[in-house]
């Protein structure tokens, strides 16, 4: 994503987040705080934040907690640099949100940018905007969307997508990522990274990543945690021995019985497990560390940066160098 341009780079973005009643409360508070905490150098906000319904007063979200909004009519007199439609019940009726789309179809060309968080893309969706673009939502809406909307390219693992001035993200924390990525591409990386540390984010993650990091994947398949403790073994040896026999041992199986029952269990082969282990703490040294990816590569037991360097592109699409130019540490 190239750096977007702002007339003079210190006026406040105006961004609206749109609500309705049932909507889901951290839809709306993630982005609206990382944006609320984003500043220019000198320390001034640099965004203005406006939460926004159609009939405007308080709406209540998915938890009863009541926001105020104002008149959505109001909120876009002004000039709008991004608008925000938030996402609700994962089975949410068109119904639900026929009157504010009507009220939205009047302003969807003034934002520079239109996006959405979790369900709020069958909101896009249903008004057209998401037709022939790639897209996402939450991991268990992903294939309603796609039978609702078959001319939508849903892309069902990403945190969020981008297609032109258009932004969809998965559900709920999705949408805090969505809004550092926004952040960084208004203003710089460190900007971004400073508010995901305030708001005490691990890590600022890039949209291709998977909704699931490969270690929730993992405790997702193997539902009885029956190789939890290797699992964590493996994370603490990635240099040593991982083959079958050495697994097994660790295990304290049989190399037969271990391979016959890991595969039944995880739904994968023990190798391919350890090459995701592998590749998932490779991508967190490229974000957080700045050891040449040689060490890296060796570190986290590819042994060489080819062997690291085929495996990540298998998975995310690009080289680690190029990885951890997107997301890694500025260089100081």
């Not at 179809?105 to 790639?134: H, I, K, M, W």
């Not at 040449?292 to 986290?300: F, G, K, L, N």
Request: neutral net charge.
């Amino acid at each position: 994503m190239a750096k977007t341009d702002n007339s003079d780079g210190q006026v406040p973005r105006k961004v609206v987040i749109v609500a309705y009643d049932g909507a889901k409360l951290m839809d709306i508070s993630g982005p609206l705080q990382a944006f609320n905490d984003a500043c220019f150098e000198d320390g001034r906000p640099a965004y203005q934040v406006v939460l926004a319904s159609e009939a405007g007063g308080p709406v209540s979200t998915d938890t009863r907690v009541k926001l105020e909004t104002v008149r959505l009519d109001d909120a876009v007199i002004d000039s709008v640099d991004t608008l925000l439609v938030a996402g609700a019940d994962l089975i949410m009726p068109a119904a639900a949100t026929a009157s504010l789309r009507a009220r939205l179809v009047s302003y969807l060309d003034r934002p520079r940018r239109l996006g959405s968080v979790c369900t709020g893309a069958f909101v896009l969706a249903q008004l057209g905007v998401l037709d022939r673009r790639d897209a996402t939502t939450h991991w268990a809406a992903c294939s309603r969307l796609e039978d609702q909307h078959p001319t939508i390219n849903v892309k069902p693992d990403a945190i969020f997508v981008t297609s032109d001035h258009i932004w969809t993200s998965a559900g709920v924390s999705a949408g805090i990522d969505m809004a550092l990525a926004m952040i960084e591409d208004d203003l710089d990386h460190l900007a971004a990274l400073h508010v995901a540390r305030g708001m005490v984010l691990f890590l600022k993650r890039p949209g291709g990543q998977s909704q699931f990091s490969m270690e929730l994947r993992q405790q997702m398949r193997d539902a009885r945690g029956r190789f939890d403790d290797l699992h964590d073994w493996i994370r603490t040896h990635l240099e040593a021995d991982l083959s079958i026999p050495a697994l097994a041992d660790a295990a304290r199986m049989s190399p037969r019985n271990f391979a016959r029952v890991y595969l039944r269990e995880t739904g994968e082969s023990p190798a391919r497990a350890v090459e995701k282990i592998r590749i998932e703490a490779a991508r967190r040294l490229l974000e957080s560390a700045r050891d040449p990816i040689q060490v890296i590569a060796r570190r986290t037991g590819f042994g060489d940066d080819e062997r690291m360097r085929r495996a990540f592109a298998k998975v995310y699409g690009v080289s680690p160098q190029d990885y951890r130019s997107r997301f890694g540490q500025p260089k100081s």
